[in-house]
């Protein structure tokens, strides 16, 4: 029944991603019943799966990163950025980053938690996954522009976050960069 139910869906020319997505809700569903309603196993395990996600990666060459980041007039916007683009950061990893993070003599920053907004509520939690706490060495230039920036926050202490915007202060940058640049689209985590 949930093969007939896959080809049906497959006829309809519905896109990968989609069919990924009612594939997971109909192994959703069938799960419960194995759970709650003594079905013996879920059908969709021995089916197989449908449709694929299709979201991928897009990223700039470093030619392509220079030609954008050099259109970037903010100082903020442009220090996280480079942040982001040299260290491989994701997004909620430098919004967390705090002043004692960053080894301005090794040229390192360390990364181990993330800033996550639940409810409007930013709330600091351990990073994405194991492998997320990492010490990761920075460029000469990125540090340089990095304690520039930090320099001009007065009365920093270990303990407090360096960059407290939110996503659409990069958001905002990025667009008129790419226009700018002339580079094609890509997401703040495609930067990683």
């Not at 069919?19 to 969709?44: E, F, W």
């Not at 639940?118 to 522009?145: C, F, H, Q, W």
Request: a positive charge; charged letters at 20%.
């Amino acid at each position: 029944d949930i093969r007939t139910w896959q080809t049906e869906q497959i006829s309809k020319g519905y896109s990968d991603a989609y069919l990924d997505r009612i594939q997971n809700m109909m192994t959703t569903i069938m799960n419960y019943a194995v759970r709650y309603y003594n079905l013996p196993s879920n059908p969709c395990d021995k089916a197989g799966h449908m449709g694929k996600r299709t979201r991928s990666m897009q990223f700039w060459t470093l030619a392509e990163y220079n030609r954008f980041i050099a259109t970037i007039t903010d100082i903020t916007a442009k220090t996280a950025l480079n942040v982001l683009f040299y260290s491989g950061m994701r997004f909620g990893e430098l919004l967390a980053l705090n002043y004692g993070d960053i080894d301005f003599k090794a040229k390192t920053i360390t990364i181990n938690k993330s800033l996550q907004y639940k409810a409007s509520n930013a709330l600091i939690t351990p990073p994405k996954t194991d492998n997320g706490y990492r010490t990761v060495t920075m460029p000469d230039a990125i540090m340089e522009e990095l304690q520039i920036y930090t320099s001009k926050l007065y009365g920093i202490k270990p303990n407090e976050r360096i960059f407290t915007f939110t996503k659409s202060l990069i958001g905002g940058n990025m667009k008129r960069g790419l226009k700018q640049a002339d580079v094609p689209l890509i997401r703040i985590h495609d930067l990683r």
